[in-house]
């Protein structure tokens, strides 16, 4: 009996429909938190050289942040820690000039 092959299981349409809109959704999410994180990877950079238009990128980078948090790419509050962060350490480089 445990040798016996069981027929592949049908999937409704509905489950194919939420299969592809899923898979849609994911590669968006996906381009949304990549464009996110090199945002932040740029700011963070000038923060590590002590350049002075990082504080001028600060704004672009938070509102890259709410955008991905906003489409659903991040959550919100981890759209929230990373602002602060990079906040805080933008505030922090700019008192050591």
């Known amino acids: ?3 016996m092959k069981k027929a592949p ?3 409704s ?3 194919l429909k939420r299969q592809r809109q899923s898979a849609v959704k994911r590669e968006a999410n996906k381009a949304a938190r990549s464009r996110m994180r ?3 990877k740029k700011l963070r950079t000038l923060l590590a050289e002590g350049k002075p238009e990082a504080k001028a ?3 672009a980078v938070e509102a890259e942040i709410d955008r991905t948090s906003r489409k659903g790419g991040i959550h919100w509050k981890t759209a929230a820690r990373y602002k602060s962060r990079l906040a ?3 505030a922090k480089t ?3 000039e």
């Open 38 to 40: 090199t945002a932040v």
């Open 94 to 96: 700019k008192k050591a």
């Open 88 to 90: 805080k350490h933008t």
């Open 13 to 15: 349409k509905s489950v």
């Open 9 to 11: 299981k049908k999937r």
């Open 57 to 59: 990128a600060l704004p």
């Open 1 to 3: 009996m445990s040798q």
